[in-house]
């Protein structure tokens, strides 16, 4: 089992990778069969559902990328069990093709194996994105 800090340090590169639009340094957090889902009703918003390994993944989150800026990361909550973690953040959005900001919250949910993120859960306001995209 991986210790506290080594895990904190891998979903705090990957944020990094996130925030600073590198969906390459992104994708190589993951495990190779790494799974990311976005929860929400697809009908409502297509952006919700899951990719899983790297080439799926790395199209995915280039796009995010390239559709949602993250102008900044405040982490409310940190929580560790084992190899399981909850992070709490806020963020500052910007929705680059009509250059809108609006603050929001996630709730980010990972499990980790063999020092890469096997999985990531992620909870945002879905109304709030939608309502921004549309």
């Known amino acids: 089992m991986a210790q506290r800090e080594d895990i904190l340090a891998l979903v705090r590169n990957a944020y990094a990778a996130r925030d600073g639009d590198d969906a390459e340094g992104l994708v190589t957090a993951f495990h190779p069969e790494g799974a990311f889902t976005l929860m929400g009703d697809t009908s409502t918003l297509e952006l919700t559902g899951s990719v899983q390994g ?10 995010f990328i390239n559709d949602f800026g993250f102008e900044s990361r405040k982490i409310l909550a940190e929580l560790v069990d084992g190899e399981r973690i909850a992070i709490h953040s806020r963020l500052v959005v910007r929705y680059r ?26 909870f945002a306001d879905t109304a709030q994105v939608k309502a921004m995209i549309s």
């Open 54 to 63: 790297h080439p799926a993944l790395r199209g995915a989150f280039s796009q």
């Open 97 to 122: 093709p009509t250059g809108k900001t609006f603050s929001t919250e996630l709730l980010d949910l990972f499990r980790i194996q063999d020092g890469k993120i096997v999985e990531l859960i992620e």
